[in-house]
């Protein structure tokens, strides 16, 4: 354009005037400057963006094991096909399931550490035998008082102190109350982990258990699945099974009848062990359910049963009163 | 103005003795290049860590699921405490009209205005995704004080840098004519920065109000780049970073870090570039004095901080602050307290010790110490959340910086030397037609 | 996929169950003395019910259905209740292991009395042997004017209609069978459970498990201040448990009896910790304003200073 209008229009003055035309346009040189790199910087982002999601296949292996040759038409579909999968299951995944209120009930009278919650959870998500969605704490609330098994998942607060401080919206609150994750937008700044004051948060220091295997599944922002280094993992309420009208797999997982889900909207809960469904609001009545550290304003969304009436003694590695070095502890519910 | 006129002759001497003393570091230069070399190759080794934490992840550092926050952001809260005293001195103390600042006033701004610009980096080194840096701007959400810390550091480092190109545009025409055989690059840069100066009444006014705009604008600003940073801490419900006060904190530590920096930064320009007539025992011992003050505010802030929590021992913070006092912590925690904080303040107070040489070690003393209580803040808070850390492998329990992190603290260090060098080497350190001017010669000969 | 799941999953909780739970599978000595106890509680339809709920409630998550052999995958595995190992054993001998527990097998002495713990034997006994013995037929004959069993034997139909008596807010199924010369008589002594419907499993109602009147009724009331969809509506169940639920029949009936819900998207509010789009204004309004006047400023020293090289008009 420039160059066209210099061709056919009057050549410039250049003696005098030179230097303030240049300085004029120095502010503006820069401007451009700044917003040209700015555009480059995204549309490098961009493209990184699109084309993350699916590297070029050559060999692609069946249901079955084989290796089969894809043509490079059927791949680019299928690329795309994984491109609409990952962009709706991203969709859905941020909506969430509209009327629902999900709510877990953690009767602690029944839990004696089976653990099973644990492994399920970490074998749902492909996380490392230390990363935990759910720990089983060994917890005393006082001196003198019984040491019990405490599983703590995330509690999906209500006030949730982690989205709050998100730069990003990378994680979120849906509308039917689970807080996600969502580690595509994740920018590994760990601000979340350092605001939850219930530790439920993780971080992938380092390439995830699975990546390798993983590299090619669409990604489930329900379930976090592939998980991603240098990016956060957090208990999702097994978002994914709830779609499907399954509950959560640290529920099904539990062999002692600890855990109840349910919608707090309807009122009820179930045990993922004895499938028994319960009114939610007079189990809690006849329990004296509670929440953990509720003084602090996060409204969460899990309760606990006391451990009174308890079928098994506090009993950890021999041990029936709490390790010494498990009393690194802030003060269990106070 | 107080200021007595000279006569055009003497002006013409005084000037002339001032620009050969200030510009002489442009040309004589002993020991740039090793210095270069050094810092070169300080990037390359921090460069090689970085490759290497990029490749491997976030895991070669010793920050794990508890401990999540650890050296870098230390660093980064340093940096930022750092650069607030640019603010300090140009802005509170120069628009207070308190005259002995003139000369130190540049070596506060490039001090500023290099810890500013690396602390954005030392953030981005702490990221796991860096490559995804634009989703802040992309998808920022303002609610997150992450957002506000970027966007005032952003700001605070474009202030800065305007308060520091504002005083050089007469200076670069000085250089300008002082110095024409300069390398053609260099010459450019003058060329474009004296914006045509011709020292004209109207030209000095317009400089001098702009100044004052900058300056009043870059207090508030500088404010809350520091309560902001206080405010990632502040804003969770973590014991021992939930308080109130973390703000005016920060704040009121930022200014020791920062002019124990000025000092340290005095005492090089003095000796090495040779400008004891300049900056004088006179300016260090002042400097003493604000070191005092701001640190005596810093204590007090100190005392709110440890003490009020102490004495009521609420379960949540037992065990932190039992950890600072006598536990694991306590050694690095009364070093930064009592030596590198109280007793350079009680010395200080007396003149006697506001020499030069003295005030170089205890501002080396000050600064460390502001470097560890960074530390201090960061990590030992992390150890004891609310709920026991347990089922994880032992190293999750402690934090001890990694190789990869050490070289990745010495990299920004280098950074802001790197920074400063630059400017110093292709500027005086000291605003030249500023002293000048105190000094009583002719405006309008300052060209 | 999902089986795929199933087994990551599956795998690692064998292995942790069996080692974290599975200690010994020695066999389990009772002192002789707690063998020979005799179950002190005499057997009733009634009793034999609570045992039933109070199996479901205790024992079922790990010794699975009695007869269908889905306990637990645990090492050692719970027995079924209705094993002939298990069977072969004293009332004594049950009760004892109740009171004691071992290994994965919590001990229940404090948790349910002695007098449901007998309940529970009372139960799981009739699975074994000595279902046909002289105390179950008694059981039998005590409450049943017409035992259902004897009716299917027959294979004739059975109808179940679900109603609500808007007066006193009961929840009404009739149960109808087909006479000996094809009209409709009610069928009597018929279990039936009523359910709500929920997401993820039925919410029953009522005490236990009701039985058909002579008039082939069985009535529940319906639940107060249950939420409903958001019209209020509710969809109730009655199930008729027939041969041990393998001829169930059910009827559904959708009554506007709920509690409406009340739709609340809580992520379209404006708040702190929502997305960046329901950012509260205050924040928007202080955060741009700030920008503006400081970036304002900023760009209004840089013209000005930019224009320094002009000479005065």
Same mark, same amino acid.
């Given at each position: 354009?420039e ?12 003696d005098?005037?030179a ?10 040189v ?6 040209v ?9 961009d ?11 050559i060999?692609?292996?069946t ?7 894809v043509s ?12 609409t ?5 991203q ?27 644990m ?6 998500h ?6 935990h ?9 006082a ?18 102190p ?5 730069p ?6 849906r ?11 994740c920018?590994?700044c760990?601000?979340c ?13 380092i390439? =995830? ?6 590299? #090619? +599944?669409?990604y *489930? %922002?329900e379930? !976090?699945v592939?998980? &991603? ?19 959560p ?5 539990? =062999? ?6 349910? #919608? +707090?909207?309807? *009122? %009820?809960?179930? !045990?993922?062990?004895? &499938?028994?469904?319960?009114?939610f ?18 409204k ?9 009436n308890r +079928? ?6 021999g ?16 | 103005?107080?200021v ?35 810092l ?7 460069g ?6 990029l490749r ?20 980064f809260v ?9 603010m ?12 002995w ?16 610009m ?34 005032v550091?952003t ?8 308060l520091?190109l504002?005083?050089l545009?007469?200076?670069a ?27 004209r009444?109207?030209q ?5 109000r ?5 300056a009043i ?8 780049i520091h ?15 939930d308080?109130t006060?973390f ?16 000092i340290?930064?005095m005492?090089?320009?003095?000796y ?6 300049y900056?004088?025992d006179?300016h ?26 102490a ?26 307290q ?9 010395l ?11 005030m170089?070690w205890?501002?080396?003393?000050v ?13 030992p ?21 990694t ?22 080497k ?11 001017h ?6 309008s000969?300052?060209? | ?6 087994l ?12 974290v739970?599975g200690?010994?599978?020695?066999p ?26 109070l ?9 699975g ?49 002695e007098?449901?713990k007998?309940s529970?034997?009372h139960y799981v ?12 037929i ?9 035992p259902?069993s ?9 109808q179940?209609?679900?109603?609500i008596?808007?007066?006193?807010t ?6 109808t ?10 069928a ?13 499993g039925?919410?029953p109602l ?5 039985r ?25 169940i009655?199930?008729a ?6 001829d169930?029949?059910?009827d559904?009936?959708?009554a ?6 009340v739709?609340r998207n809580?992520t379209?509010?404006?708040?702190l910790?929502g997305?960046a789009?329901?950012?509260p204004l ?6 741009f ?5 400081v970036w304002?400023?900023?760009?209004y020293?840089v ?11």
């Amino acid at each position: 354009m420039e160059e066209t209008n210099n061709l056919s229009g009057k050549p410039q003055k250049e003696d005098q005037n030179a230097r303030r035309q240049f300085l004029k346009k120095l502010g503006l040189v820069v401007g451009a400057g700044a917003a040209v790199t700015a555009g480059a910087v995204y549309m490098g982002y961009d493209h990184e963006n699109k084309k993350n999601p699916e590297g070029k296949k050559i060999r692609v292996l069946t249901a079955d094991g084989q290796l089969m040759e894809v043509s490079e038409a059927e791949l680019l579909q299928a690329e795309n096909s994984v491109e609409t999968e990952e962009t709706e299951l991203q969709r859905r995944g941020r909506e969430g399931i509209p009327g629902k209120h999900w709510v877990m009930v953690i009767d602690l009278s029944k839990c004696r550490n089976a653990r099973m919650c644990m492994a399920a959870c970490q074998g749902a998500h492909h996380l490392r035998p230390e990363q935990h969605h759910i720990n089983v704490l060994r917890m005393q609330d006082a001196e003198h008082t019984e040491p019990y098994f405490m599983p703590k998942p995330c509690y999906h607060c209500d006030n949730p102190p982690c989205t709050k401080v998100c730069p990003v919206d990378a994680t979120f609150k849906r509308q039917d109350g689970i807080v996600l994750i969502d580690n595509q937008r994740c920018i590994g700044c760990r601000f979340c982990i350092a605001a939850c004051p219930y530790s439920a948060r993780i971080f992938h220091w380092i390439e =995830p258990l699975k990546s390798e295997e993983d590299k #090619d +599944l669409p990604y *489930d %922002v329900e379930l !976090n699945v592939p998980q &991603r280094k240098g990016t956060i993992s957090k208990c999702l309420f097994s978002a994914d099974c709830l779609r499907d009208g399954e509950l959560p797999y640290c529920v099904r997982a539990c =062999p002692n009848g600890v855990y109840y889900f349910g #919608d +707090l909207n309807e *009122d %009820v809960v179930t !045990n993922g062990t004895t &499938r028994e469904t319960v009114r939610f609001s007079e189990l809690i009545r006849k329990n004296g359910g509670y929440t953990v550290l509720e003084e602090l304003g996060t409204k969460p969304q899990v309760y606990y049963l006391p451990p009174k009436n308890r +079928l098994f003694p506090y009993q950890y590695e021999g041990k029936t009163t709490l390790d010494p070095d498990d009393s690194r502890i802030g003060g269990g519910r106070g | 103005m107080s200021v007595n006129k000279l006569s055009p002759e003497e002006s013409r001497s005084v000037l002339n003795k001032i620009e050969t003393d200030l510009l002489r570091p442009l040309t004589h230069h002993k020991g740039f290049e090793l210095w270069i070399l050094f810092l070169a190759l300080v990037f390359i080794v921090g460069g090689y860590a970085y490759f290497i934490q990029l490749r491997d992840g976030l895991g070669v550092t010793a920050m794990r699921d508890y401990t999540s926050w650890g050296m870098y952001i230390g660093n980064f809260v340093f940096f930022v405490a750092t650069s607030l005293i640019g603010m300090f001195i140009s802005s509170v103390l120069g628009l207070l009209k308190i005259k002995w600042i003139t000369p130190i006033s540049r070596i506060a701004e490039m001090i500023a205005l290099a810890f500013a610009m690396w602390a954005g980096i030392v953030i981005v080194i702490d990221m796991g995704r860096p490559d995804r840096l634009l989703n802040v701007f992309l998808h920022g959400r303002f609610q997150s004080p992450i957002v506000w810390d970027v966007t005032v550091v952003t700001t605070y480092v474009a202030i800065s840098t305007l308060l520091l190109l504002l005083p050089l545009i007469p200076d670069a025409a000085i250089v300008r004519r002082r110095l024409p055989d300069l390398p053609k690059w260099q010459m450019k840069i003058y060329d474009l920065l004296h914006l045509g100066w011709e020292a004209r009444p109207d030209q000095y006014q317009t400089i001098r109000r702009s100044m004052r705009i900058l300056a009043i604008l870059i207090i508030p600003v500088a404010l809350s780049i520091h309560t902001v940073t206080s405010w990632l801490f502040a804003a969770t419900l973590r014991a021992g970073w939930d308080s109130t006060i973390f703000g005016p904190y920060f704040v009121s530590g930022a200014f020791v870090a920062g002019a124990a920096a000025v000092i340290i930064a005095m005492y090089f320009f003095r000796y090495n570039y040779k400008l004891g007539d300049y900056i004088t025992d006179f300016h260090f011992n002042r400097m003493g004095q604000v070191l005092v003050l701001v640190s005596a505010v810093y204590i007090y802030f100190n005392l709110n901080e440890y003490f009020v929590p102490a004495y009521k021992m609420r379960t949540a913070e037992q065990l932190h602050l039992h950890e600072m006092f006598q536990g694991h912590w306590a050694f690095l925690f009364w070093f930064t307290q009592i030596g590198c904080l109280a007793i350079p303040t009680l010395l200080l107070i007396f003149k006697r010790m506001r020499k030069p040489g003295i005030m170089l070690w205890l501002s080396v003393l000050v600064l460390i110490g502001a470097w560890f209580k960074r530390l201090l803040i960061v990590v030992p808070v992390q150890q004891h959340p609310y709920l026991p850390i347990q089922n994880v492998p032992e190293s999750f329990h402690h934090y001890v910086p990694t190789g990869i992190e050490i070289m990745l603290t010495f990299l920004p260090i280098a950074g802001v030397l790197l920074i400063i060098t630059i400017i110093a080497k292709l500027f005086p350190v000291m605003p030249v037609w500023e002293i000048a001017h105190e000094k009583g010669v002719d405006e309008s000969m300052i060209k | 996929m999902k089986t795929i799941f199933q087994l990551f999953v599956a795998l690692p909780l064998l292995w942790t169950a069996s080692h974290v739970m599975g200690q010994t599978t020695t066999p389990w000595q009772v002192p002789a003395a707690k063998k020979t106890v005799k179950n002190p509680v005499a057997a009733s339809a009634a009793v034999v019910e609570k045992g039933k709920s109070l199996y479901n409630t205790h024992c079922k998550s790990c010794h699975g259905d009695p007869g269908k052999n889905n306990g637990l995958p645990l090492q050692p595995k719970p027995t079924d209740p209705a094993s002939a190992q298990y069977q072969a054993q004293t009332d004594g001998e049950m009760f004892y292991k109740m009171m004691t527990g071992r290994g994965a097998m919590p001990k229940f002495a404090d948790v349910i009395s002695e007098t449901d713990k007998w309940s529970i034997i009372h139960y799981v006994r009739t699975f074994g042997k000595k279902k046909s013995s002289a105390d179950a037929i008694e059981v039998e004959a005590d409450t049943l004017a017409m035992p259902a069993s004897t009716l299917l034997q027959a294979g004739v139909p059975i109808q179940l209609n679900l109603h609500i008596r808007e007066r006193d807010t009961m929840l009404i199924a009739t149960l109808t069978t087909v006479g000996a010369s094809g009209e409709p008589v009610p069928a009597a002594g018929v279990e039936v459970a009523f359910f709500v419907k929920r997401y993820f499993g039925d919410l029953p109602l009522g005490e236990g498990v009701q039985r058909t009147d002579v008039n082939g009724w069985a009535a529940v009331e319906l639940p107060v201040n249950l939420p409903g969809d958001t019209a209020g509506m509710l969809t109730l169940i009655a199930k008729a448990i027939i041969n041990d639920g393998i001829d169930n029949v059910s009827d559904t009936l959708q009554a506007a009896f709920g509690k409406p819900l009340v739709m609340r998207n809580i992520t379209e509010e404006r708040s702190l910790w929502g997305r960046a789009r329901v950012a509260p204004l205050y924040i928007i309004i202080t955060f741009f304003g700030a920008l503006l006047i400081v970036w304002g400023t900023m760009g209004y020293v840089v013209m000005n200073v930019l224009k320094i090289n002009r000479q005065e008009a």
